[in-house]
């Protein structure tokens, strides 16, 4: 995934990453049977593809960890 391609995510919501997730884990699982069934030879994408989920799911947490934090600090402004 190139620097601009992870640029784009990172202004995605969770949601939006959720189904991006969703997506390229439907692609993984298709280039898996092509492998198998001999029909894709260039095995690396698969590779690239268990890359870019981890990439989405790290921009995930990080996003998770960020709402949190807000409603943290949020709370103890409140008390």
Do not use: C, P, W, Y
């Given at each position: 995934?190139?620097?601009?391609?992870?640029?784009?995510?990172?202004?995605?919501?969770?949601?939006?990453?959720?189904?991006?997730?969703?997506?390229?884990?439907?692609?993984?699982?298709?280039?898996?049977?092509q492998?198998?069934?001999g029909?894709?030879?260039?095995?690396?994408?698969?590779?690239?593809?268990?890359?870019?989920?981890?990439?989405?799911?790290?921009?995930?947490?990080?996003?998770?960890?960020?709402?949190?934090?807000?409603?943290?600090?949020?709370?103890?402004?409140?008390?």
């Amino acid at each position: 995934m190139k620097k601009s391609e992870l640029n784009e995510l990172k202004d995605l919501t969770i949601k939006e990453l959720e189904q991006k997730r969703n997506d390229v884990a439907k692609r993984l699982f298709e280039q898996r049977i092509q492998v198998r069934l001999g029909q894709l030879k260039n095995t690396h994408i698969l590779r690239n593809l268990r890359k870019e989920i981890a990439q989405i799911n790290t921009l995930i947490q990080q996003k998770k960890k960020n709402e949190r934090g807000a409603n943290d600090s949020r709370e103890k402004k409140n008390n």
